[in-house]
């Protein structure tokens, strides 16, 4: 079965920043896009970011946009996430996710898009 792992999690004080990786962890696979997500303590799971494979094309939620970037490095086979400027309000449980069918029935924000997720790292920003 194909898994994704995530590291790089945290703690860090607000106005700080974290990359977050995401890799295979065991044979590469193809993807058609790979996204991250987000869970705070009692709240529903989020958006938070993804990217094209194949052509780099991203998407962020407004909440992060202007602060997160999503990579990819394909020798690597890595998908990152840069966070500059972290607040409180970003500390949650993040999730990597990764297409690998491709069927495009639902946007890259949906998380009915993904079918490969891993267990998530915990990021705490500290006021």
């Known amino acids: 079965q194909d898994q994704v792992v995530e590291s790089g999690g945290g703690l860090v004080q607000t106005g700080g920043s974290l990359r977050l990786s995401c890799a295979p962890s065991?044979?590469?696979?193809?993807?058609?896009?790979w996204g991250w997500f987000r869970q705070a303590p009692g709240k529903q799971r989020q958006f938070v970011a993804s990217i094209i494979w194949r052509d780099g094309r991203k998407n962020y939620a407004d909440s992060v946009k202007g602060r997160f970037t999503i990579s990819r490095a394909p020798i690597q086979n890595t998908v990152y996430l840069q966070m500059n400027n972290l607040t409180p309000e970003d500390t949650a449980v993040y999730y990597c996710?990764?297409?690998?069918?491709?069927?495009?029935?639902?946007?890259?924000?949906?998380?009915?898009?993904?079918?490969?997720w891993g267990q998530g790292t915990q990021v705490t920003v500290s006021s």
């Open positions: 065991g044979r590469a696979f193809g993807t058609y896009a």
């Open positions: 996710a990764a297409d690998s069918r491709g069927a495009r029935t639902y946007a890259t924000s949906d998380e009915r898009s993904y079918d490969i």
